[in-house]
């Protein structure tokens, strides 16, 4: 890969010796992936600290028309339903024949809402195995977990996700196509509407840190640890909504590149626990009990 702008940035806090702590291990990510950074660094802990902007190849490119008309629009709502459209435009989803649909071939029915719906009912069903080989695909992030803890790649757990992921996407409509699209559409709404910000603070329900991956020494702030998270995961902005998942709670700060999307980022349509998607790897957070 050629050295970039982004890659050079972040490797200036990687001169010094670190904690191997901060570091995404090598066991749980790809040498290849589809975006500006490679998987050791938008997975570490410095990336989390000191976050650059993630680009997916070619994506902004292939539609720089939608973006161009973006820009002239102030008004999310309106943006959204421009971004709406441009989808099903792309995507041929209201006319599905023209993208080779047949009764007997294809599902007409599996899109990006479609699978975003699923993962909101069920981040370890089908829809959730879907998304996670998207993040995988594009992020070089392997799953920690789907159904149950992924360790073994050559085991059942990891052959499970691979099964649902495969049937997930046979006989779709470039499915990760539409989400290359949403994750670039989100990234530009989240510059828009925080303009200044470069984290958010999000929260996570949880009944048992012991099922969480931590990395590094036990230090004696038990509130602050070190954790690998799952590729995919499930945070909300609001504290209170996420004690009602777990007695413990997660407070992280999240790089706004690492959001694959957001509750009220197409209004009306993502109906779920004010939802942020966000894209894994290794993360400082904070532990409080309820």
Same mark, same amino acid.
Request: glycine letters at 10%.
């Given at each position: 890969?050629?050295?970039?702008?982004?890659?050079?940035?972040?490797?200036?806090?990687?001169i010094?010796?670190?904690?191997m702590?901060?570091?995404?291990?090598?066991?749980?990510?790809?040498?290849?992936?589809?975006?500006?950074?490679?998987?050791?660094?938008?997975?570490s802990?410095?990336y989390?600290?000191?976050?650059?902007?993630?680009?997916?190849?070619?994506?902004?490119?292939?539609?720089?028309?939608?973006?161009?008309?973006?820009? @002239?629009?102030?008004?999310?709502a309106?943006?959204?339903?421009?971004?709406?459209?441009?989808?099903?435009?792309?995507?041929?989803?209201?006319?599905?024949?023209?993208?080779?649909?047949?009764?007997?071939?294809?599902?007409?029915?599996?899109?990006?809402?479609?699978?975003?719906?699923?993962?909101?009912?069920?981040?370890?069903g089908?829809?959730?195995?879907?998304?996670?080989?998207?993040?995988?695909?594009?992020?070089?992030? =392997?799953?920690?977990?789907?159904?149950?803890?992924?360790?073994?790649?050559?085991?059942?757990?990891?052959?499970?996700?691979?099964?649902?992921?495969?049937?997930?996407?046979?006989?779709?409509?470039?499915?990760?196509?539409?989400?290359?699209?949403?994750?670039?559409?989100c990234?530009?709404?989240?510059?828009?509407?925080?303009?200044?910000?470069?984290?958010?603070?999000?929260?996570?329900?949880?009944?048992?840190?012991?099922?969480?991956?931590?990395?590094?020494?036990?230090?004696?702030?038990?509130?602050?640890?070190?954790?690998?998270?799952?590729?995919?995961n499930?945070?909300?902005?609001?504290?209170?909504?996420?004690?009602?998942?777990?007695?413990?709670?997660?407070?992280?700060?999240?790089?706004?590149?690492?959001?694959?999307?957001?509750?009220?980022? =197409?209004?009306?349509?993502?109906?779920?626990?004010?939802?942020f998607?966000?894209i894994?790897?290794?993360?400082?957070? @904070?532990?409080?009990?309820?």
């Amino acid at each position: 890969m050629t050295e970039t702008p982004a890659v050079a940035r972040i490797q200036q806090h990687l001169i010094r010796p670190t904690n191997m702590s901060t570091s995404l291990p090598r066991a749980v990510r790809l040498p290849i992936n589809r975006c500006n950074l490679p998987a050791a660094i938008l997975g570490s802990l410095t990336y989390q600290r000191h976050p650059v902007p993630l680009k997916l190849d070619g994506v902004e490119e292939l539609h720089r028309p939608l973006f161009e008309h973006l820009a @002239r629009l102030d008004d999310p709502a309106e943006r959204a339903g421009m971004f709406m459209a441009h989808m099903g435009a792309a995507f041929s989803l209201e006319d599905p024949e023209a993208a080779g649909y047949t009764p007997q071939h294809g599902r007409a029915k599996a899109s990006y809402l479609r699978i975003l719906r699923g993962w909101a009912f069920d981040a370890d069903g089908r829809e959730g195995a879907v998304l996670k080989g998207w993040v995988e695909s594009r992020f070089g992030l =392997l799953p920690r977990h789907h159904g149950g803890p992924i360790r073994d790649f050559s085991g059942p757990a990891y052959r499970h996700y691979l099964e649902q992921r495969s049937g997930g996407l046979y006989n779709t409509n470039s499915l990760e196509a539409q989400f290359d699209l949403l994750y670039s559409y989100c990234q530009y709404e989240l510059a828009r509407q925080w303009p200044a910000s470069t984290h958010l603070t999000l929260y996570r329900g949880v009944n048992r840190m012991g099922g969480y991956e931590e990395l590094g020494e036990a230090t004696a702030n038990r509130h602050r640890r070190t954790v690998l998270l799952n590729s995919l995961n499930s945070f909300t902005r609001e504290r209170e909504r996420a004690c009602e998942f777990g007695d413990s709670i997660l407070e992280v700060q999240v790089p706004l590149p690492k959001v694959f999307f957001f509750h009220g980022l =197409l209004p009306g349509k993502l109906r779920g626990e004010k939802e942020f998607g966000v894209i894994g790897g290794v993360y400082e957070v @904070r532990v409080f009990l309820e």
